[in-house]
């Protein structure tokens, strides 16, 4: 049983921005973010490794939307919108999701921001958020075994407990991390991370 975090719902804030650190904002849902979460999932490339690898219809991706809104308005955390900062354009999503008593986390991004620094800054903003605001025990991640770039990422930030699992679509490489292991081993080189983002995001605009 997973239970709701009532600090997170009586935060006006909370509810709306997430994260705020840098070029990434992470975010809630609005009406204008429903195209660019559409266009994501009706991607070929973006869903090739995504259950069961097909596209999704535009209908699909408005309720799916829908229920991360609901989710965040209820319990204070789901899916949240990744943005850039500059324009509050869309980038992806990234979060959380309760499957059978256990928080999946995960994201994806649109493709042109693949090799942007955005998607590890994301991460750490988010596992910062998850473990030390939201308060969750443990998360675990899901990968296509053929999925290399998202391999890459997700073992950067999982890669303590790794193995191979059957999932409905086929094998999946499930990684494993605890709060103990967050604090121990990720906790401060992803700080050190961020700090390095920021003087370089700072540079850039100045």
Same mark, same amino acid.
Not at 9 to 35: C, H, M, P, Y
Not at 120 to 141: H, M, N, Q, R, V
Not at 161 to 189: C, H, I, T
């Given at each position: 049983?997973?239970?709701?975090?009532?600090?997170?719902? @009586?935060? *006006?804030?909370? !509810?709306?921005?997430?994260?705020?650190?840098?070029?990434?904002?992470?975010?809630?849902?609005?009406?204008?973010? +429903?195209?660019? &979460?559409?266009?994501?999932?009706?991607?070929?490339?973006?869903? %090739?490794?995504?259950?069961?690898?097909? $596209?999704?219809? #535009?209908? #699909?991706?408005?309720?799916?939307?829908?229920?991360?809104?609901?989710? +965040?308005?209820?319990?204070?955390?789901?899916?949240?919108?990744?943005?850039?900062?500059?324009?509050?354009?869309?980038?992806? &999503?990234?979060?959380?999701? *309760?499957?059978?008593?256990?928080?999946?986390?995960?994201? #994806?991004?649109?493709?042109?921001?693949? #090799?942007?620094?955005? +998607? $590890?800054?994301? &991460?750490?903003? @988010?596992?910062?958020?998850?473990?030390?605001?939201?308060?969750?025990?443990?998360?675990?991640?899901?990968?296509?075994?053929?999925?290399?770039?998202?391999?890459?990422?997700? %073992?950067?930030? /999982?890669? +303590?407990? *790794?193995?191979?699992?059957?999932?409905? /679509?086929?094998?999946?490489? !499930?990684?494993?991390?605890? !709060? *103990?292991?967050?604090?121990?081993?990720?906790?401060?080189?992803?700080?050190?991370?961020?700090? %390095?983002?920021? !003087?370089?995001?700072?540079? @850039?605009?100045?």
């Amino acid at each position: 049983m997973i239970e709701n975090n009532p600090s997170l719902l @009586t935060d *006006e804030k909370s !509810r709306n921005i997430f994260q705020d650190f840098g070029s990434v904002v992470i975010r809630n849902w609005s009406d204008a973010d +429903i195209d660019g &979460y559409a266009e994501l999932v009706a991607d070929p490339t973006a869903m %090739k490794y995504i259950a069961d690898g097909h $596209p999704r219809a #535009r209908a #699909r991706a408005e309720a799916e939307v829908d229920r991360f809104r609901k989710e +965040i308005s209820t319990r204070g955390w789901s899916r949240f919108v990744i943005a850039r900062r500059d324009d509050n354009k869309f980038a992806g &999503y990234i979060g959380f999701q *309760e499957v059978n008593g256990e928080i999946d986390y995960g994201g #994806r991004f649109l493709q042109q921001f693949w #090799r942007s620094r955005m +998607i $590890p800054l994301s &991460y750490c903003l @988010t596992l910062e958020y998850g473990f030390e605001k939201i308060g969750f025990d443990s998360l675990y991640a899901t990968v296509h075994p053929e999925n290399k770039n998202a391999l890459s990422v997700t %073992k950067a930030f /999982f890669g +303590i407990n *790794e193995k191979l699992v059957s999932g409905a /679509f086929g094998q999946l490489v !499930r990684f494993d991390l605890n !709060r *103990e292991q967050y604090n121990q081993m990720l906790r401060e080189p992803n700080r050190k991370f961020m700090s %390095k983002a920021a !003087r370089v995001h700072a540079e @850039t605009n100045a």
